[in-house]
């Protein structure tokens, strides 16, 4: 098994944590992980991205061009990340602010509605467990008492109240998740 | 479960220090290295092994602070990236000079000036050549993973204090900020005082007293105002480097040994030509690569056994092309094309990138029809 991840979104939205929880799930899994971020003047809002790495063999490059798996939540992100996916390759995007939507027809397409979701939760900090869920939903790489178990790592101790909430969001995530009919 | 965790590069460093019982880290913030600094103030090891974190002033200030630490024995160290490097070379050529153990880090990014605060790997020159000024050599040691930038500390403190000499981590953007599992070194104890008395006899330590009492005082200096003594003293460092060169060259080859074409990779360019040497062989062709894990001494010898049987090599920096010269220089006469392929300004090559450069260098030498 492996797998090559980018997340990419607004800085703010939680692309890299995402990432790193989903590294921690990985690890907690007995896999081997690799989480690198673009770093720098996002971190002040503007795009974010960072690529994970999922794998059962050691991980050569931690730098990529193309990936199996996109996931996607501004629509610059889509721009720019869209056609680095492999062919045969799944795309799971938040459809909220999107104006123009995917276009490869030789993928598999999702969508969650996480932006809508959050907010009807009120809970706007957890908008990327939504996210997460609906990916585990999809590829079911880490089980969700591994992700719990990163969640508890790769959070502070003050943090930890926080984990219901999150596990509730990652199983409405997984609820949530739609395949797009738009391609067939 | 084994303890492992999942962290950055730089908190790895900041960890390492402190379980390899370091007595100071002094340092500036810069990016993309800052968090050495901030999880060390995390980490809080004043409270714990008594190992003193300072935010000096600049980087001049923290270098010298360094000097002073080194003098009298203790396992001192700083880190900083590349434009912070540069403001530390003339302590760099002193410590070196005055023969002190210490280790410097650099998580290098893109210049020259001010340049950018992405990856880069633009300071081979500097660091492996010198940089400060004066007849001096510095071991660096190279890491390509987060778990080397674990055991590299450890390893550096051992070189600094076998020969004395400043010792370079010289890592780039993406160790420093990438995660990875990581297995952290036991925790060591601080030398004691006396310890320090006993294993440093060149340390300035006054002159002690009972039955540890010395007649003289040692000096710490660089300066020997007589020409004699000075050729002397540079006789006696050049030998010290010869032996470096003799005994501390480490390096890591991948599918090398029928290899037709070698990429020649250090840092985070190694992890990316790993990957083209992945995707060549499964292509069915006979590339290799050759990682200098030193820079400083450089692996010539095993560069030189990969060109009997190679067709060319491609040198892979962050850079327009610095490690290219050892690369040469190591092979040699031999008639061989020796390429070079790097980005610069912060952008990270691909592997594809790097594929692409390797074809065609074998395209052009008869290697791919």
New interface residues.
Partial sequence: MKEEIIIAGFGGQGVLSMG?IL??SG?MQGQ??????S??PEMRGGTANVTVILSDRK????????FDTGIVLNQQSLDKFEDSIKAGGTLLYDPNGITHPPHRTDLDIYTIDAAVEAARSGNAKVFNMFVLGAFLRIKPLVTIENVIEGLR??LPERAHKMIPANEAALRRGMELVRKSEQHG | MEDIKLMKGNEVLAHAAVRCGVDGYFGYPITPQSEVLETLSELRPWKTTGMVVLQAESEVASINMVYGGASVGKRVMTSTSSPGLSLMCEGLSYLAGAELPCVVIDVSRGGPGLGTIQASQADYFQVVKGGGHGDYRMPVLAPNSVQEMNDFVDLAFELAFKYLNPVVILADGVIGQMMEKVRLSPQKPRRTEAQIREECPWAALGKGSGPMQRKERNIVTSCYIDPETMERHNHKLQEKYDRMERDEVRVEEMETADAEYILVAYGASSRICAKVVEDARAEGLRVGLIRPITLFPFPAATIRRAAEHAKGFLSVELSMGQMIEDVRMAIGNAAMPVRHFGRTGGIIHSPREVYDALKQLMTETGGLQ
Avoid: C, D, R, T
Wanted: hydrophobic content about 35%.
């Fill in positions: 790193k590294a921690y690890v081997e992980v690799s989480w690198i971020p770093y720098g991980i050569s490059s931690p730098v990529l061009q193309e790592h790769s």
